[in-house]
Protein backbone atom coordinates (compact mmCIF):
# COMPACT_ATOMS: atom_id res chain seq x y z
CA UNK A 1 0.00 0.00 0.00
CA UNK A 2 2.54 1.88 1.18
CA UNK A 3 4.19 1.31 -2.27
CA UNK A 4 1.14 2.35 -4.22
CA UNK A 5 0.61 5.59 -2.23
CA UNK A 6 3.94 6.36 -3.22
CA UNK A 7 3.97 5.56 -6.61
CA UNK A 8 0.45 7.31 -6.91
CA UNK A 9 1.77 10.42 -4.64
CA UNK A 10 4.98 11.30 -6.02
CA UNK A 11 4.57 14.67 -4.32
CA UNK A 12 4.41 12.54 -1.02
CA UNK A 13 7.89 10.49 -1.35
CA UNK A 14 9.45 13.74 -2.44
CA UNK A 15 8.31 15.47 0.89
CA UNK A 16 9.13 12.23 2.68
CA UNK A 17 12.73 12.63 1.22
CA UNK A 18 13.82 16.49 2.09
CA UNK A 19 11.92 15.77 5.56
CA UNK A 20 14.00 12.56 5.97
CA UNK A 21 17.24 14.45 4.99
CA UNK A 22 16.15 17.29 6.85
CA UNK A 23 15.89 15.23 9.95
CA UNK A 24 19.48 13.68 9.19
CA UNK A 25 21.30 16.69 8.82
CA UNK A 26 19.14 18.52 11.68
CA UNK A 27 21.86 18.43 14.68
CA UNK A 28 24.19 20.31 12.55
CA UNK A 29 21.91 22.62 11.02
CA UNK A 30 20.52 23.68 14.51
CA UNK A 31 24.16 24.20 15.58
CA UNK A 32 25.03 26.54 12.67
CA UNK A 33 27.52 24.80 11.68
CA UNK A 34 27.23 24.55 8.21
CA UNK A 35 31.06 24.99 7.26
CA UNK A 36 32.16 21.82 9.55
CA UNK A 37 32.68 18.54 7.95
CA UNK A 38 30.56 15.36 8.09
CA UNK A 39 32.95 13.78 10.06
CA UNK A 40 32.73 16.23 12.54
CA UNK A 41 29.26 16.34 12.85
CA UNK A 42 29.40 12.32 13.13
CA UNK A 43 31.62 12.82 16.70
CA UNK A 44 29.34 15.94 17.64
CA UNK A 45 26.58 13.36 18.03
CA UNK A 46 27.55 12.45 21.41
CA UNK A 47 30.20 15.47 21.86
CA UNK A 48 27.33 18.06 21.68
CA UNK A 49 25.72 16.86 24.74
CA UNK A 50 26.85 19.29 27.38
CA UNK A 51 26.72 16.67 29.98
CA UNK A 52 29.06 14.31 28.68
CA UNK A 53 32.33 13.94 31.52
CA UNK A 54 35.18 11.82 31.76
CA UNK A 55 35.72 11.35 35.60
CA UNK A 56 40.14 11.02 35.91
CA UNK A 57 41.81 9.54 38.27
CA UNK A 58 42.25 12.37 40.56
CA UNK A 59 39.00 12.69 40.23
CA UNK A 60 38.76 16.12 38.48
CA UNK A 61 36.28 15.68 35.63
CA UNK A 62 36.56 16.51 32.41
CA UNK A 63 33.88 17.86 30.36
CA UNK A 64 33.73 15.92 26.76
CA UNK A 65 31.63 18.37 25.61
CA UNK A 66 32.39 20.55 21.74
CA UNK A 67 30.83 23.67 21.25
CA UNK A 68 30.29 23.24 17.70
CA UNK A 69 29.78 26.80 17.60
CA UNK A 70 33.04 28.01 18.64
CA UNK A 71 34.70 24.87 17.00
CA UNK A 72 33.10 26.67 13.30
CA UNK A 73 34.28 29.88 14.01
CA UNK A 74 37.75 29.13 14.84
CA UNK A 75 40.71 29.15 12.26
CA UNK A 76 40.25 25.56 11.78
CA UNK A 77 36.76 25.18 11.87
CA UNK A 78 36.73 24.40 8.15
CA UNK A 79 40.02 22.68 7.91
CA UNK A 80 40.20 19.85 10.43
CA UNK A 81 38.32 16.85 11.33
CA UNK A 82 38.43 15.89 15.01
CA UNK A 83 40.75 13.17 14.19
CA UNK A 84 43.09 15.35 12.61
CA UNK A 85 43.89 16.44 16.42
CA UNK A 86 42.49 13.59 18.19
CA UNK A 87 44.37 10.75 16.29
CA UNK A 88 43.60 8.61 18.55
CA UNK A 89 40.29 8.23 19.09
CA UNK A 90 39.45 7.22 15.16
CA UNK A 91 37.17 4.17 15.99
CA UNK A 92 33.79 3.77 18.19
CA UNK A 93 33.22 2.68 20.97
CA UNK A 94 36.91 4.64 21.94
CA UNK A 95 39.78 2.85 22.98
CA UNK A 96 39.98 3.31 26.59
CA UNK A 97 42.16 5.76 27.95
CA UNK A 98 43.29 7.12 30.90
CA UNK A 99 44.38 10.11 32.46
CA UNK A 100 45.75 10.85 36.33
CA UNK A 101 44.46 14.14 36.05
CA UNK A 102 43.70 17.23 34.14
CA UNK A 103 46.86 18.61 33.26
CA UNK A 104 47.73 14.99 31.92
CA UNK A 105 44.62 15.33 29.74
CA UNK A 106 45.89 18.38 28.14
CA UNK A 107 49.51 16.92 28.15
CA UNK A 108 48.62 13.70 26.38
CA UNK A 109 47.23 16.01 23.35
CA UNK A 110 50.14 18.41 23.32
CA UNK A 111 51.97 17.44 20.90
CA UNK A 112 48.98 17.04 18.61
CA UNK A 113 49.59 20.91 17.15
CA UNK A 114 53.05 19.72 15.83
CA UNK A 115 51.30 18.18 12.87
CA UNK A 116 50.77 20.95 11.26
CA UNK A 117 52.69 23.60 13.06
CA UNK A 118 56.07 21.87 13.14
CA UNK A 119 58.14 25.33 12.55
CA UNK A 120 56.00 27.06 15.73
CA UNK A 121 56.48 23.56 18.06
CA UNK A 122 60.23 23.31 17.07
CA UNK A 123 60.69 26.84 18.36
CA UNK A 124 58.75 26.46 21.39
CA UNK A 125 61.16 23.77 22.29
CA UNK A 126 63.77 26.78 22.90
CA UNK A 127 61.18 28.22 25.24
CA UNK A 128 61.67 29.32 28.73
CA UNK A 129 58.26 27.09 28.96
CA UNK A 130 59.36 24.17 27.55
CA UNK A 131 62.38 24.46 29.99
CA UNK A 132 60.75 24.63 33.07
CA UNK A 133 57.96 22.35 31.79
CA UNK A 134 61.08 19.22 30.75
CA UNK A 135 62.18 20.25 34.20
CA UNK A 136 58.97 19.29 35.68
CA UNK A 137 57.31 22.02 36.15
CA UNK A 138 53.70 21.15 34.91
CA UNK A 139 52.29 24.77 34.91
CA UNK A 140 54.61 25.92 31.99
CA UNK A 141 52.01 26.58 29.15
CA UNK A 142 51.27 24.30 26.69
CA UNK A 143 50.29 25.45 22.80
CA UNK A 144 46.47 25.20 24.15
CA UNK A 145 47.09 27.40 27.17
CA UNK A 146 47.77 30.50 24.98
CA UNK A 147 45.94 29.77 22.10
CA UNK A 148 42.71 27.66 23.32
CA UNK A 149 42.07 23.83 21.66
CA UNK A 150 38.48 24.17 19.84
CA UNK A 151 38.48 27.35 19.89
CA UNK A 152 41.53 29.01 18.46
CA UNK A 153 41.29 32.46 16.73
CA UNK A 154 44.10 34.22 15.25
CA UNK A 155 46.20 35.25 18.21
CA UNK A 156 46.53 39.13 17.80
CA UNK A 157 42.95 40.18 16.31
CA UNK A 158 43.06 42.43 18.31
CA UNK A 159 46.50 43.31 18.68
CA UNK A 160 45.63 43.49 22.69
CA UNK A 161 44.52 39.78 22.56
CA UNK A 162 48.14 39.12 22.54
CA UNK A 163 49.04 40.61 26.32
CA UNK A 164 45.85 39.99 27.70
CA UNK A 165 47.06 35.90 26.57
CA UNK A 166 49.98 36.35 28.81
CA UNK A 167 48.60 37.98 31.71
CA UNK A 168 46.27 34.63 32.15
CA UNK A 169 49.45 33.87 33.93
CA UNK A 170 52.01 36.82 34.36
CA UNK A 171 49.45 38.88 35.91
CA UNK A 172 51.50 41.44 38.12
CA UNK A 173 53.97 42.13 34.76
CA UNK A 174 50.62 43.03 32.92
CA UNK A 175 49.45 45.08 35.61
CA UNK A 176 52.77 47.38 35.25
CA UNK A 177 52.66 46.79 30.99
CA UNK A 178 49.04 48.25 31.32
CA UNK A 179 50.57 51.27 32.92
CA UNK A 180 53.23 52.18 31.27
CA UNK A 181 53.43 54.24 28.17
CA UNK A 182 53.20 51.20 25.82
CA UNK A 183 50.50 49.35 27.49
CA UNK A 184 48.61 52.83 28.03
CA UNK A 185 48.20 53.71 24.07
CA UNK A 186 47.66 50.59 22.89
CA UNK A 187 45.06 49.30 25.81
CA UNK A 188 43.49 52.54 25.82
CA UNK A 189 43.62 54.50 23.12
CA UNK A 190 44.21 51.62 20.51
CA UNK A 191 47.31 52.77 19.09
CA UNK A 192 48.49 49.63 17.63
CA UNK A 193 52.57 50.73 17.05
CA UNK A 194 52.81 50.08 20.27
CA UNK A 195 54.50 46.30 21.45
CA UNK A 196 52.65 43.46 23.34
CA UNK A 197 54.55 41.01 25.04
CA UNK A 198 55.54 39.28 22.18
CA UNK A 199 57.58 42.05 20.32
CA UNK A 200 59.95 41.95 22.59
CA UNK A 201 59.87 38.45 24.23
CA UNK A 202 58.73 36.92 20.99
CA UNK A 203 55.87 33.94 21.14
CA UNK A 204 57.09 30.28 20.82
CA UNK A 205 60.93 30.84 21.34
CA UNK A 206 60.72 32.81 24.52
CA UNK A 207 63.95 33.65 25.76
CA UNK A 208 64.13 33.37 29.61
CA UNK A 209 64.75 37.63 30.03
CA UNK A 210 66.35 36.77 33.51
CA UNK A 211 69.43 35.85 31.95
CA UNK A 212 72.69 38.23 30.80
CA UNK A 213 72.67 37.15 27.34
CA UNK A 214 68.98 38.42 27.45
CA UNK A 215 69.82 41.91 29.42
CA UNK A 216 72.42 42.39 27.03
CA UNK A 217 69.83 42.26 23.97
CA UNK A 218 67.97 44.75 25.23
CA UNK A 219 69.29 47.63 23.00
CA UNK A 220 68.89 45.68 20.04
CA UNK A 221 65.04 44.66 21.36
CA UNK A 222 63.99 48.45 21.89
CA UNK A 223 66.32 49.72 18.82
CA UNK A 224 64.25 47.68 16.71
CA UNK A 225 61.32 50.56 16.90
CA UNK A 226 63.13 53.17 18.31
CA UNK A 227 65.38 53.68 15.10
CA UNK A 228 62.12 53.48 12.94
CA UNK A 229 62.71 56.85 11.31
CA UNK A 230 59.23 56.48 10.05
CA UNK A 231 57.64 55.59 13.60
CA UNK A 232 59.69 57.64 15.76
CA UNK A 233 58.87 60.77 13.71
CA UNK A 234 54.86 59.88 14.25
CA UNK A 235 55.39 60.41 18.16
CA UNK A 236 58.58 63.12 18.00
CA UNK A 237 61.11 61.11 19.11
CA UNK A 238 64.41 60.68 18.36
CA UNK A 239 65.75 57.60 16.54
CA UNK A 240 69.55 58.56 17.74
CA UNK A 241 68.82 57.13 21.17
CA UNK A 242 70.82 53.53 19.99
CA UNK A 243 73.40 55.35 18.10
CA UNK A 244 74.29 57.46 21.49
CA UNK A 245 73.46 54.61 23.61
CA UNK A 246 76.64 52.66 21.88
CA UNK A 247 79.02 55.40 21.86
CA UNK A 248 79.06 56.17 25.29
CA UNK A 249 80.60 53.88 28.23
CA UNK A 250 77.74 51.77 28.85
CA UNK A 251 76.86 51.03 25.50
CA UNK A 252 80.43 50.36 24.14
CA UNK A 253 80.60 47.64 27.23
CA UNK A 254 77.34 46.04 26.49
CA UNK A 255 78.18 45.66 22.74
CA UNK A 256 81.55 44.19 23.43
CA UNK A 257 80.48 41.86 26.48
CA UNK A 258 77.91 40.81 23.95
CA UNK A 259 80.73 39.50 21.91
CA UNK A 260 82.75 38.37 23.88
CA UNK A 261 80.07 35.36 25.23
CA UNK A 262 81.65 35.53 28.29
CA UNK A 263 79.80 35.98 31.66
CA UNK A 264 80.92 39.38 32.70
CA UNK A 265 82.09 40.29 36.17
CA UNK A 266 79.71 43.23 36.52
CA UNK A 267 76.09 43.81 33.94
CA UNK A 268 76.20 47.33 32.56
CA UNK A 269 73.14 49.05 32.55
CA UNK A 270 71.11 48.82 28.93
CA UNK A 271 67.74 50.99 27.94
CA UNK A 272 65.92 49.39 31.00
CA UNK A 273 67.73 49.83 33.61
CA UNK A 274 67.19 53.63 33.38
CA UNK A 275 63.85 53.85 31.58
CA UNK A 276 62.36 50.73 33.50
CA UNK A 277 61.14 47.58 31.83
CA UNK A 278 57.22 46.82 31.88
CA UNK A 279 56.66 49.92 33.74
CA UNK A 280 58.91 52.28 31.21
CA UNK A 281 57.35 55.59 30.65
CA UNK A 282 57.17 58.51 28.42
CA UNK A 283 60.24 60.46 29.15
CA UNK A 284 58.18 63.79 29.62
CA UNK A 285 56.33 62.08 32.45
CA UNK A 286 56.75 64.00 35.36
CA UNK A 287 57.38 60.30 37.53
CA UNK A 288 59.77 58.94 34.69
CA UNK A 289 62.58 56.89 36.27
CA UNK A 290 65.39 59.17 33.95
CA UNK A 291 63.49 62.75 34.43
CA UNK A 292 66.07 64.75 35.65
CA UNK A 293 64.65 65.05 39.37
CA UNK A 294 65.19 61.30 39.76
CA UNK A 295 68.03 60.34 37.36
CA UNK A 296 70.54 60.08 40.28
CA UNK A 297 68.54 57.49 42.08
CA UNK A 298 68.42 55.74 38.68
CA UNK A 299 72.42 55.95 38.84
CA UNK A 300 72.68 54.79 42.13
CA UNK A 301 71.32 51.54 41.87
CA UNK A 302 74.63 50.85 39.83
CA UNK A 303 76.58 53.52 41.27
CA UNK A 304 76.09 53.53 45.19
CA UNK A 305 77.86 57.37 45.78
CA UNK A 306 77.02 58.95 42.72
CA UNK A 307 76.00 62.70 44.18
CA UNK A 308 73.47 65.19 42.29
CA UNK A 309 76.46 66.44 40.25
CA UNK A 310 77.26 62.46 38.65
CA UNK A 311 73.98 62.13 36.53
CA UNK A 312 75.27 65.07 34.27
CA UNK A 313 78.00 62.69 32.51
CA UNK A 314 75.01 61.33 30.84
CA UNK A 315 74.35 63.41 27.81
CA UNK A 316 70.60 62.32 27.86
CA UNK A 317 71.56 60.77 24.21
CA UNK A 318 72.15 64.00 22.82
CA UNK A 319 75.25 64.74 20.77
CA UNK A 320 77.49 67.31 22.35
CA UNK A 321 76.85 70.62 20.52
CA UNK A 322 77.07 73.90 21.86
CA UNK A 323 73.95 74.56 23.21
CA UNK A 324 74.06 70.76 24.48
CA UNK A 325 77.40 69.88 26.55
CA UNK A 326 79.70 72.76 25.78
CA UNK A 327 82.67 71.55 28.05
CA UNK A 328 82.64 68.48 25.77
CA UNK A 329 82.14 69.84 22.18
CA UNK A 330 84.78 72.32 22.79
CA UNK A 331 87.24 69.81 23.93
CA UNK A 332 86.04 67.93 21.02
CA UNK A 333 86.45 70.86 18.29
CA UNK A 334 90.14 71.80 19.87
CA UNK A 335 91.71 68.63 19.32
CA UNK A 336 90.09 67.87 15.66
CA UNK A 337 91.89 71.14 15.31
CA UNK A 338 94.81 70.32 17.50
CA UNK A 339 96.01 67.07 16.37
CA UNK A 340 95.54 67.89 12.46
CA UNK A 341 97.92 70.87 13.47
CA UNK A 342 100.36 69.14 15.31
CA UNK A 343 100.54 66.23 13.23
CA UNK A 344 101.22 68.30 9.62
CA UNK A 345 103.92 70.28 11.29
CA UNK A 346 105.61 67.17 12.34
CA UNK A 347 105.24 65.35 8.85
CA UNK A 348 106.42 68.92 7.47
CA UNK A 349 109.89 69.13 9.39
CA UNK A 350 110.31 65.43 8.90
CA UNK A 351 110.04 65.50 4.91
CA UNK A 352 112.18 68.70 5.04
CA UNK A 353 114.84 67.29 6.92
CA UNK A 354 114.61 63.93 4.57
CA UNK A 355 114.69 66.59 1.60
CA UNK A 356 117.99 68.19 2.91
CA UNK A 357 119.83 65.03 3.94
CA UNK A 358 118.71 63.97 -0.12
CA UNK A 359 120.21 67.83 -1.33
CA UNK A 360 123.35 67.62 0.76
CA UNK A 361 124.69 64.28 -1.15
CA UNK B 1 137.93 62.51 11.78
CA UNK B 2 136.16 60.18 12.95
CA UNK B 3 138.41 57.74 14.08
CA UNK B 4 140.16 59.86 15.74
CA UNK B 5 137.07 60.39 18.62
CA UNK B 6 136.28 56.73 19.46
CA UNK B 7 135.54 57.70 23.69
CA UNK B 8 132.06 57.82 24.82
CA UNK B 9 129.80 60.28 27.16
CA UNK B 10 127.64 59.39 29.63
CA UNK B 11 124.29 60.92 28.22
CA UNK B 12 121.62 59.45 30.70
CA UNK B 13 121.73 58.00 34.75
CA UNK B 14 120.43 54.49 35.55
CA UNK B 15 117.87 56.03 36.70
CA UNK B 16 116.78 57.90 33.72
CA UNK B 17 117.29 54.83 31.42
CA UNK B 18 114.97 53.35 33.73
CA UNK B 19 112.28 55.88 33.83
CA UNK B 20 112.99 55.46 29.76
CA UNK B 21 112.30 52.01 30.02
CA UNK B 22 109.25 51.83 31.81
CA UNK B 23 107.11 54.75 30.32
CA UNK B 24 108.04 52.82 26.77
CA UNK B 25 106.60 49.80 27.93
CA UNK B 26 103.94 51.36 29.69
CA UNK B 27 103.60 53.72 26.86
CA UNK B 28 103.37 50.05 24.69
CA UNK B 29 100.19 48.56 26.89
CA UNK B 30 98.58 51.49 27.67
CA UNK B 31 98.11 52.24 23.89
CA UNK B 32 97.54 48.79 23.23
CA UNK B 33 94.65 48.32 25.43
CA UNK B 34 93.39 52.05 25.19
CA UNK B 35 93.19 51.78 21.38
CA UNK B 36 91.06 49.38 21.23
CA UNK B 37 88.76 50.98 23.36
CA UNK B 38 89.09 54.46 21.42
CA UNK B 39 87.54 52.53 17.84
CA UNK B 40 85.76 49.65 19.54
CA UNK B 41 83.57 49.50 16.82
CA UNK B 42 86.04 48.34 14.78
CA UNK B 43 86.46 44.71 13.48
CA UNK B 44 90.51 44.72 14.15
CA UNK B 45 89.51 46.51 17.82
CA UNK B 46 87.20 43.68 18.63
CA UNK B 47 89.47 41.00 18.11
CA UNK B 48 92.63 42.38 19.98
CA UNK B 49 89.70 43.00 23.07
CA UNK B 50 88.50 39.33 22.42
CA UNK B 51 92.36 38.29 22.63
CA UNK B 52 93.46 39.83 25.28
CA UNK B 53 90.33 37.97 27.13
CA UNK B 54 87.87 40.66 26.79
CA UNK B 55 86.56 44.59 27.64
CA UNK B 56 86.75 43.99 31.62
CA UNK B 57 90.36 42.36 31.50
CA UNK B 58 91.31 45.39 28.80
CA UNK B 59 90.15 48.01 31.16
CA UNK B 60 92.06 46.39 34.02
CA UNK B 61 95.57 46.67 32.33
CA UNK B 62 94.73 49.43 31.24
CA UNK B 63 93.87 51.18 34.68
CA UNK B 64 96.73 49.30 35.99
CA UNK B 65 99.29 50.42 33.55
CA UNK B 66 97.76 53.94 33.92
CA UNK B 67 98.91 53.85 37.73
CA UNK B 68 102.09 52.55 37.08
CA UNK B 69 102.84 55.32 34.59
CA UNK B 70 101.36 57.80 37.20
CA UNK B 71 103.64 56.37 39.43
CA UNK B 72 106.50 56.82 37.28
CA UNK B 73 105.79 60.08 36.39
CA UNK B 74 105.58 61.38 40.07
CA UNK B 75 108.90 59.53 41.01
CA UNK B 76 110.34 61.74 37.74
CA UNK B 77 109.30 65.10 38.87
CA UNK B 78 109.90 64.10 42.58
CA UNK B 79 113.42 63.45 41.86
CA UNK B 80 113.78 66.08 39.59
CA UNK B 81 112.48 68.97 41.98
CA UNK B 82 114.41 67.49 44.69
CA UNK B 83 118.08 67.35 42.40
CA UNK B 84 116.81 71.11 41.54
CA UNK B 85 116.56 72.27 45.32
CA UNK B 86 119.44 70.36 46.20
CA UNK B 87 121.34 72.31 43.19
CA UNK B 88 122.58 68.79 41.95
CA UNK B 89 121.54 69.48 38.77
CA UNK B 90 121.19 72.81 36.05
CA UNK B 91 117.65 72.91 33.85
CA UNK B 92 118.72 72.31 30.66
CA UNK B 93 115.36 71.01 29.73
CA UNK B 94 113.74 74.46 30.05
CA UNK B 95 112.89 75.98 26.96
CA UNK B 96 114.73 79.01 26.34
CA UNK B 97 114.78 81.69 23.34
CA UNK B 98 117.95 80.42 22.06
CA UNK B 99 115.61 77.31 21.06
CA UNK B 100 113.28 79.34 18.89
CA UNK B 101 116.12 80.49 16.84
CA UNK B 102 117.16 77.06 16.15
CA UNK B 103 114.30 76.25 15.26
CA UNK B 104 113.95 78.92 12.82
CA UNK B 105 117.63 78.32 11.75
CA UNK B 106 117.34 74.84 11.11
CA UNK B 107 114.39 75.22 9.04
CA UNK B 108 116.07 78.01 7.38
CA UNK B 109 118.92 75.22 6.68
CA UNK B 110 116.03 72.71 5.77
CA UNK B 111 114.59 74.52 3.10
CA UNK B 112 118.14 75.35 2.03
CA UNK B 113 117.88 79.34 2.61
CA UNK B 114 120.43 79.10 4.51
CA UNK B 115 123.54 76.69 5.06
CA UNK B 116 123.94 77.68 8.48
CA UNK B 117 122.81 74.97 11.37
CA UNK B 118 122.36 75.11 14.86
CA UNK B 119 124.69 74.71 17.28
CA UNK B 120 122.24 72.71 20.42
CA UNK B 121 123.59 72.25 24.18
CA UNK B 122 122.40 68.77 25.89
CA UNK B 123 118.97 68.58 24.27
CA UNK B 124 118.08 70.44 21.12
CA UNK B 125 114.48 71.92 20.29
CA UNK B 126 113.27 69.14 18.50
CA UNK B 127 114.10 66.60 22.00
CA UNK B 128 112.38 69.80 24.29
CA UNK B 129 109.54 69.81 22.37
CA UNK B 130 108.95 65.57 22.85
CA UNK B 131 110.08 65.94 26.52
CA UNK B 132 107.54 69.11 27.42
CA UNK B 133 104.76 67.24 24.62
CA UNK B 134 105.33 63.98 27.54
CA UNK B 135 105.14 66.17 30.76
CA UNK B 136 101.81 68.40 29.05
CA UNK B 137 100.84 64.95 27.54
CA UNK B 138 100.89 63.06 30.15
CA UNK B 139 98.94 65.68 32.82
CA UNK B 140 96.23 65.28 30.81
CA UNK B 141 96.21 61.86 29.87
CA UNK B 142 96.39 61.44 34.21
CA UNK B 143 94.17 63.99 35.14
CA UNK B 144 91.37 62.88 32.53
CA UNK B 145 92.17 59.08 33.12
CA UNK B 146 91.92 59.24 37.27
CA UNK B 147 88.28 61.16 36.36
CA UNK B 148 87.22 58.46 34.04
CA UNK B 149 88.25 55.80 36.46
CA UNK B 150 86.51 57.13 39.83
CA UNK B 151 83.66 59.49 38.04
CA UNK B 152 81.39 59.65 40.78
CA UNK B 153 84.21 61.06 43.27
CA UNK B 154 85.34 63.47 40.34
CA UNK B 155 81.77 64.75 40.31
CA UNK B 156 80.88 65.38 43.64
CA UNK B 157 83.21 68.67 43.49
CA UNK B 158 82.99 69.14 39.60
CA UNK B 159 79.92 69.36 37.40
CA UNK B 160 79.15 65.84 35.39
CA UNK B 161 79.77 66.88 32.32
CA UNK B 162 83.71 67.33 33.22
CA UNK B 163 83.43 63.21 32.65
CA UNK B 164 82.41 62.66 29.37
CA UNK B 165 84.85 66.29 28.46
CA UNK B 166 87.25 63.94 30.30
CA UNK B 167 85.96 61.11 27.74
CA UNK B 168 86.45 63.14 24.81
CA UNK B 169 90.18 64.76 25.88
CA UNK B 170 91.75 61.29 26.93
CA UNK B 171 90.89 59.66 23.80
CA UNK B 172 91.88 61.90 21.73
CA UNK B 173 95.38 63.49 23.78
CA UNK B 174 95.90 59.78 23.45
CA UNK B 175 95.46 59.64 19.51
CA UNK B 176 97.88 62.73 19.44
CA UNK B 177 100.62 61.06 22.00
CA UNK B 178 100.33 57.95 19.84
CA UNK B 179 101.15 59.81 16.69
CA UNK B 180 103.53 62.07 17.85
CA UNK B 181 105.37 58.95 19.30
CA UNK B 182 104.71 56.75 15.76
CA UNK B 183 105.80 59.69 13.43
CA UNK B 184 108.35 62.09 15.39
CA UNK B 185 110.09 59.75 18.05
CA UNK B 186 110.45 56.87 16.07
CA UNK B 187 111.89 59.39 13.34
CA UNK B 188 114.21 60.50 15.88
CA UNK B 189 115.69 57.95 17.39
CA UNK B 190 115.28 54.93 14.68
CA UNK B 191 114.73 56.46 10.71
CA UNK B 192 116.26 59.90 10.78
CA UNK B 193 119.46 59.18 8.85
CA UNK B 194 121.37 60.78 11.74
CA UNK B 195 121.05 57.76 13.78
CA UNK B 196 119.19 54.97 11.37
CA UNK B 197 118.97 52.50 12.58
CA UNK B 198 118.76 53.02 16.17
CA UNK B 199 119.69 55.51 18.65
CA UNK B 200 120.78 53.16 21.18
CA UNK B 201 121.74 55.78 23.93
CA UNK B 202 118.99 55.98 26.31
CA UNK B 203 119.74 52.62 26.66
CA UNK B 204 122.74 52.20 27.05
CA UNK B 205 123.35 56.05 28.61
CA UNK B 206 126.71 56.13 26.40
CA UNK B 207 127.09 58.77 23.31
CA UNK B 208 129.89 58.57 20.80
CA UNK B 209 131.99 61.76 20.94
CA UNK B 210 131.62 62.21 17.44
CA UNK B 211 128.09 62.70 18.00
CA UNK B 212 128.23 64.23 20.53
CA UNK B 213 130.49 66.95 18.90
CA UNK B 214 128.05 66.88 15.91
CA UNK B 215 124.84 66.75 17.50
CA UNK B 216 125.72 68.75 20.74
CA UNK B 217 128.75 70.76 20.02
CA UNK B 218 127.55 73.46 22.33
CA UNK B 219 127.69 70.31 25.62
CA UNK B 220 130.46 68.56 24.50
CA UNK B 221 132.70 72.37 24.46
CA UNK B 222 131.59 72.81 27.90
CA UNK B 223 132.09 69.05 28.94
CA UNK B 224 135.61 69.53 28.02
CA UNK B 225 136.31 73.21 28.82
CA UNK B 226 134.98 71.52 32.48
CA UNK B 227 137.40 68.97 32.22
CA UNK B 228 140.18 70.62 30.85
CA UNK B 229 141.82 69.34 27.48
CA UNK B 230 143.80 66.78 29.05
CA UNK B 231 140.72 64.57 30.59
CA UNK B 232 140.35 61.47 28.51
CA UNK B 233 136.15 61.04 27.29
CA UNK B 234 136.00 57.64 29.02
CA UNK B 235 137.23 59.81 32.31
CA UNK B 236 134.16 62.20 31.95
CA UNK B 237 132.19 59.06 31.02
CA UNK B 238 132.88 57.85 34.66
CA UNK B 239 132.55 61.26 36.58
CA UNK B 240 129.25 61.74 34.74
CA UNK B 241 127.82 58.73 35.76
CA UNK B 242 128.92 58.74 39.66
CA UNK B 243 127.16 62.13 40.10
CA UNK B 244 123.12 63.20 39.05
CA UNK B 245 125.19 65.07 36.68
CA UNK B 246 123.60 64.23 33.14
CA UNK B 247 120.06 65.16 33.87
CA UNK B 248 116.88 66.28 31.72
CA UNK B 249 115.77 69.35 33.44
CA UNK B 250 119.66 70.84 33.61
CA UNK B 251 120.90 73.46 31.16
CA UNK B 252 122.58 76.76 32.51
Known sequence: MTMDAQKHQPMGWLIGAVVGALFLLLPAMLLAAESVSPEVQFCLNCHSNKTLELVLQSGEKRSLYVDVDSFARSVHGDKLRCTDCHGDISTFPHPTRSFKNLRQFTL???????????????KSLDSVHYAILSKG??????????HGAHDVAPPAVPRSRVSRTCSRC???VYRRYARSVHGKVLLQDGNVDAPVCADCHRSHNIEDPRTVVFHLKTPELCARC?????????????TNVLKTYLKDFHGMTASLHKREQITPSAVTAVCTDCHGVHDILAV?????????ANLVRVCQKCHADATENFPAAWLSHYEPSPKRAPLVYYVKLFYQIFIPFVVLGLVLQILLHIWRVVVNR | MAQAKEGYFTRFSVRQRLEHLLIMVLFLVLALTGFPQK????GWAQWLILHLGGIDRVRWLHRMSGILFSVVALEHGGVVLLLVLMKRIQLNMVPSKKDFWDAIVTLRYYLGLSEEQARFGRYDYRQKFEYWGLIFGGVIMMMTGFILYFPTLFARFLTGEVIPAAQVAHSNEGLLAFLVVILWHIYNAHLSPDVFPFDASIFTGR????RMEHEHPLEYARVVAEKGESASPEEIADEGSSKEKSDEPSSE
Open chain 1, 137 to 146: DLRAPLCVDC
Open chain 2, 207 to 210: ISEE
Open chain 1, 170 to 172: HQE
Open chain 1, 226 to 238: HTDEKLMAKYGLS
Open chain 2, 39 to 42: FFTA
Open chain 1, 108 to 122: AYYESCKGCHFDNYT
Open chain 1, 284 to 292: KDPSSTVMK
